[in-house]
């Protein structure tokens, strides 16, 4: 096993520049499946999760100095990006698309729907055939998919310049325990007691399986291929900590806050249809 301390501050990636290629394929099939089973509520959460896991990747922390660099850093076929990028622009945008935004748009749909089932679960204390089949069908697809774009990559030689990224999380990983403790404990406030009248613990423990799932989906194919040449204790780091610093947040917006928004909006235009009929 490895451990080195600088692993978990320096997390790094070397692929190829068609790992960019394959997993825009790939992407196109998984929103097709998505628009195909019409789950317009996991694409949309998709979209604004991918938009704003972009502004920190690829703007705030390329932007933000750090030891006489830039917390995120790249280099591609030999050449570092300055910045500001200038003809490089197009270049990092697609490796920042395929990091970011595809990420996000195969994520954040998949737990959206995990959410969805959770939720069935609870009610019903048992998923359904339909729910297995799809529990099943998105997943295996999800992490199908993750496994086979950087095996593409290397066997199909379309362009195989080197693409090498590090992010300089030394200020950052402390702020991971932290929400991940904080996350967990307001879950565990609201599920795990009576305070909201919707005590159950399973639900606790289904979003931390759902957590360190999507962490498993993300960082084994990284590890498997070593595009991320980590050792065993980085990965398991990854896994618990990497999704689930957001997951309890996350699905307390899906669960409580998303759903009272949408009926306060609703209670707000039938009180205008009110008032429009009543002094019409």
Known sequence: MIFEFELFIEPTRYFQYDYILFDVIFLTIWLYLLIRNREWSALSFGLICGLIVYFIDAVWWWNTPIDGTYIREYWIDGNQLI??????????????????????????????????????????????????????????????????????????PLNDSIVYTVRHMESQINVWIINIII???????????NIIKRKN????????????????????????????????????????????????????????VIPTI???????????????????
């Open 83 to 156: 910045n500001p990028l200038g003809e490089y622009f197009w270049i990092k945008f697609s490796c920042d698309f395929m990091m970011c935004i595809s990420y996000s748009l195969f994520a954040f749909p998949w737990m959206w729907i995990m959410f969805e089932k959770i939720k069935r679960k609870t009610l019903k204390n048992n998923f359904n055939k339909q729910d297995k089949k799809e529990i099943k069908f998105y997943t295996l697809f999800f992490l199908g998919a993750w496994m086979l774009i950087p095996f593409l990559s290397i066997i199909v």
């Open 183 to 193: 996350g967990y404990s307001i879950l565990t406030l609201l599920y795990g007691t």
């Open 201 to 256: 613990y399973k639900i606790i423990g289904y979003v931390f399986i759902v957590g360190c799932a999507e962490s498993f989906f993300m960082e084994f194919p990284l590890f498997f291929y070593r595009i991320r040449p980590t050792g065993l204790i980085f990965l398991l780091f990854e896994i618990v900590f990497l999704v689930n610093q957001g997951v309890p947040y996350l699905f307390i917006a899906y669960n409580l």
């Open 262 to 280: 949408f009926k306060q909006i609703k209670h707000m235009k039938e009180k205008d249809i009110e008032l429009y009929v009543k002094y019409e």
